[in-house]
Structure formats: C-alpha cells, structure tokens
C-alpha cells in the first residue's frame, strides 16, 4: 500500500515515513470535488478577466486556447508540485492519487489535465458539436454520482482516483 500523504510504500496499518494510520483510503465525496473545483475557478478567474481584456481584439479560437492551455498548465503543476493537491484540493481537504494509492506522476497529471481540457472545449465549440460536448461535460462531471471508484472519465483516463487528505 501507498501512504495517500507522502507517497511512500508501507506495509501493515501506518506509514513508517510519516506515521500515519492510514489503512484505507477514503474516496472523495462528490460535493467536495465540486467545491474544490469551485475553488479553482475562483482562483484562475481574475487572470482569465485579465486574458479576456488583452486578447479582447484576438479571434475567438486563440482566447479560447490561451485559457484552455493556462487551466491546463495550472492544473497538472498543481497536480505534479503540490502532491496532487489544487488550491481548492488543499481548502477541501481532497488530493488526486494513482489508482493504487502511490503518488501520481506527471504523465497522469497531463493525460487527467488534457482529458478535462478536452471536455471543456468541445462544450466550448460551435453548432452541433456544442450539445454533445456539453453533454460530454455533464456526464464527466456527473460520473463519479454512479462510479464505485468514485472516478470522472477524465479519472478513468489517466488512472487516477480522489481521495480525502489526512492533513
């Protein structure tokens, strides 16, 4: 087993680098993903408005890429320096992990990032691609409700589960 705090393998109730008693980890509630995700949002959007004024003139497409690819960078950073954790992660008391509990790597931080980017501009796109990409969204977002891991498509992509931190 992974200690879901500091990632190191141990074997029996607690983590010998860190003492915690972790045995099991617990699988983030829907809500708190939610929050967390809220959070986020609040976090990145004062640099988005900032975005949106300079590239005011710029087609569409780009603005919508600078943002696509700044959420990105922000997430899977968070994600690969912060053991796991966003800022609303952290204000929520959740961390992204690896299915089997060991930390997760960079290369699953960008294929969860890149999937969920992905969702969201297909949601962004026009005539009859917007429906379905919102619809897309809706069921990522929704998944975890029915999921027994608890997991969004972009979890099951890059294999990767949300668990509750012990901090």
């Not at 029996?12 to 008693?21: D, F, I, L």
């Not at 954790?85 to 961390?95: E, M, S």
Request: a positive charge.
């Amino acid at each position: 087993m992974f200690c879901t705090e500091c990632g190191t393998q141990y074997e029996g109730q607690a983590c010998q680098a860190c003492n915690a008693a972790s045995s099991q980890m617990e699988l983030a509630g829907w809500w708190k993903r939610v929050g967390a995700s809220f959070v986020d949002f609040i976090v990145l959007l004062p640099i988005l408005l900032i975005l949106s004024v300079i590239l005011v003139h710029t087609p569409a497409i780009i603005a919508l890429l600078v943002s696509f690819v700044l959420e990105f960078m922000y997430l899977s950073l968070m994600w690969t320096k912060r053991n796991g954790q966003t800022v609303g992660a952290k204000a929520l008391g959740i961390r992204v992990v690896a299915a089997d509990g060991s930390p997760i790597t960079a290369e699953m931080a960008y294929r969860r990032a890149a999937v969920y980017q992905l969702f969201n501009a297909a949601s962004s796109m026009t005539w009859v691609l917007r429906p379905l990409g919102s619809l897309a969204l809706l069921l990522n977002v929704l998944w975890p409700l029915w999921d027994p891991q608890k997991q969004t498509l972009h979890d099951k992509s890059a294999g990767t589960i949300v668990v509750v931190a012990k901090d």
